[in-house]
């Protein structure tokens, strides 16, 4: 009997970010187009806890492992800002982040920047202070979005926030979840920016959102990310941020600048896989997750096969 998945428990707790004892990357892959250019470095790589951000921790973690890394698999941290603290702390050496993230949420700006480059290249040069090296931005843009269902919008006749803001208010409850609720760069900063009334707020978590902006039973309003593929299989519609209140959240590599200065090899190795990826190949990976129920490691371990990066190799069971 064979699995294609093998982990095994390593590390120790590490304690007041969200994290979990580490395992091993999934050895599940050998090398394809990517050469074996990080033999035998200890790397450690987390995510945030969302589908998304765990698909590309498991990305960039077997790309790693193909390149002979040995990688220690910190996908699944809690919360933005813990998943930034881990890597402040040198609890894990890198993770995908979002340029609008860190702009506004990490690093204290106000100011939308509307083109991906530059806001990436401000991010850029900002984080350095932090001994954050930013690489490998992706086409990937995650931005978030209030969206509704069909009969709702034709109901209404919304097709932008602007509009939203024109609905009674009475009419209008949000179901959001918790981080988009309390950011800065989320519901209080765009509620003020369109004068879109703010009572009216259901707290869920983030699938449930989804779901409950489709039966417009407890809302009849969504927070949604761009790219989760839960849009398109729930039909949703999304409203256009028509003032330009969000910013880009282009997905890129945060590394520990000290580490990247003695690897520059894992900028070779990741950013061939980060070009690769856009807003609709994010989505369908999403939606193997989300929709089809895959596990996020085999979904990553797939798409890098399919892709030419890695050749997929059977682990014996060590139970068999």
């Given at each position: 009997m064979k699995k294609l998945v093998a982990l095994a428990l390593v590390g120790t707790l590490l304690t007041g970010c969200g994290l979990s004892s580490g395992s091993t990357v999934p050895v599940a892959v050998g090398p394809g187009s990517i050469k074996p250019v990080l033999s035998g470095v200890r790397l450690a790589v987390g995510s945030k806890d969302f589908t998304e951000n765990i698909v590309l921790g498991y990305l960039a973690e077997l790309a790693l492992s193909a390149a002979g890394a040995q990688v220690s698999d910190l996908t699944n941290i809690q919360g933005s800002n813990s998943a930034r603290n881990a890597l402040l702390a040198g609890q894990i050496d890198m993770t995908w982040e979002y340029t609008g993230t860190a702009w506004i949420s990490y690093l204290g700006h106000s100011d939308v920047i509307v083109d991906p480059k530059q806001q990436f290249d401000k991010v850029r040069e900002a984080d350095k202070a932090n001994g954050v090296s930013w690489i490998a931005m992706s086409p990937v843009n995650d931005k978030y979005a209030i969206a509704a269902n069909a009969d709702v919008v034709r109901k209404y006749?919304?097709?932008?926030?602007?509009?939203?803001?024109?609905?009674?208010?009475?009419?209008?409850?949000?179901?959001?979840?918790?981080?988009?609720?309390?950011?800065?760069?989320?519901?209080?900063?765009?509620?003020?920016?369109?004068?879109?009334?703010?009572?009216?707020?259901?707290?869920?978590?983030?699938?449930?959102?989804?779901?409950?902006?489709?039966?417009?039973?407890?809302?009849?309003?969504?927070?949604?990310?761009t790219t989760d593929a839960r849009i398109l299989s729930l039909d949703l519609k999304v409203l256009d941020d028509d003032q330009h209140f969000f910013p880009q959240y282009n997905a890129a590599l945060t590394?520990?600048?000290?580490?990247?200065?003695?690897?520059?090899?894992?900028?070779?190795?990741?950013?061939?896989?980060?070009?690769?990826?856009?807003?609709?190949?994010?989505?369908?990976?999403?939606?193997?997750?989300?929709?089809?129920?895959?596990?996020?490691?085999?979904?990553?371990?797939?798409?890098?096969?399919?892709?030419?990066?890695?050749?997929?190799?059977?682990?014996?069971?060590?139970?068999?």
């Open positions: 006749g919304v097709h932008t926030l602007s509009q939203l803001a024109k609905v009674d208010p009475a009419a209008v409850t949000f179901c959001l979840e918790t981080e988009f609720a309390s950011r800065n760069d989320g519901f209080p900063g765009m509620a003020k920016k369109y004068g879109i009334p703010s009572d009216n707020v259901k707290i869920l978590g983030t699938g449930a959102v989804y779901q409950a902006t489709k039966d417009a039973k407890a809302c009849n309003w969504g927070e949604v990310f590394v520990r600048s000290s580490v990247l200065a003695e690897h520059p090899q894992i900028e070779q190795v990741l950013k061939p896989v980060s070009d690769k990826l856009d807003n609709a190949t994010m989505q369908k990976l999403n939606a193997e997750v989300d929709v089809q129920g895959k596990d996020p490691a085999d979904v990553a371990r797939d798409w890098l096969v399919k892709e030419g990066f890695v050749t997929s190799r059977d682990v014996p069971d060590s139970n068999a």
